[in-house]
């Protein structure tokens, strides 16, 4: 067992317990009148390699009256778990939790955290305490440029894969693009823990686009960014023409036909050529 007694060591600065005699233990209450409540029921650690590190924060606050001086520690089963702690009051503090294995594989561990208070310093007596879950996740996520090809008017995606899976949704999305405006480039988790990516051609003339593609967590917001580009082609619809079929009852005007052509969502120039000499283009250009 690793016990961690930095975690609210609070030394000279004491928290005080709710009765003079602080009995109990267990859960977010103990016996003795001791009621300790958390802002989260654990720690979630989420971390995107080759980063080495993954930290999680949970503010942990002591109510009740004045009373008997207690003192903190934490126990932990899981290795390289450690622990800093920020008083914000004599009953309040901010418990930063760290993985730091050092290991550049994606994966998941998980483990328990034991919080204890202590009528001592060395805490050798625990007058309460409390298993807290810890969930440490490393993902790995496809580092390469992602390129993307559509037409104006129409949508196109890929899939930016994560491993393991973001199932519980815990990383987070967002993008860049170059010009700021339409906002072309979407990312949204997918059934299946990835990240699907669209880019969006709805607003946008033929050409050359790039962007930005920022994947993090809660903790931070954009660790991982790989570069997008996007080819919009003409968005052109071409006309719908029958086959001509020649018989030796055949009339000239049958032999003809025409159709409309037209561009999505804009006007736009064309012209029009014939890859055979029987096949003739009576308006080439529009």
Do not use: K
Not at 97 to 120: M, P
Not at 225 to 238: I, K, P, R, W
Request: glycine fraction near 12%; proline fraction near 4%.
């Amino acid at each position: 067992m690793n016990r961690l007694n930095a975690w609210l060591r609070l030394g000279a600065a004491a928290v005080s317990c709710a009765l003079a005699s602080c009995g109990g233990g267990g859960g977010g209450g103990g016996g003795g009148g001791i009621s300790v409540t958390s802002n989260a029921n654990g720690f979630q650690l989420v971390g995107i390699v080759p980063d080495t590190s993954t930290s999680n924060t949970v503010t942990f606050t002591l109510s009740g009256g004045s009373g008997q001086t207690l003192y903190a520690a934490a126990v932990s089963g899981m290795a390289n778990l450690q622990a800093n702690v920020l008083l914000t009051s004599d009953t309040q503090a901010m418990v930063t939790l760290t993985d730091g294995s050092g290991s550049d594989a994606a994966g998941r561990t998980t483990g328990t955290v034991t919080f204890e208070l202590c009528s001592d310093q060395n805490c050798s007596h625990v007058v309460w305490s409390h298993d807290y879950p810890v969930m440490s996740t490393r993902f790995h996520i496809a580092a390469d440029p992602l390129t993307l090809t559509g037409s104006e008017g129409s949508d196109t995606t890929a899939s930016l894969a994560v491993t393991p899976p973001d199932t519980d949704h815990l990383l987070t999305a967002s993008t860049i693009v170059v010009p700021s405006s339409p906002a072309w480039l979407t990312a949204a988790h997918d059934s299946t823990g990835n990240f699907t990516v669209t880019a969006s051609a709805a607003n946008l003339a033929a050409g050359n686009y790039t962007g930005t593609l920022m994947v993090g967590s809660t903790t931070v917001p954009a660790y991982y960014s790989t570069n997008v580009s996007f080819h919009v082609g003409e968005g052109m619809t071409a006309p719908a023409l029958a086959d001509i079929v020649e018989r030796a009852d055949t009339t000239a005007s049958a032999l003809q036909g025409s159709g409309p052509l037209d561009f999505v969502g804009r006007a736009g120039a064309w012209t029009a050529t014939s890859d055979t000499a029987w096949l003739v283009v009576d308006t080439p250009t529009g």
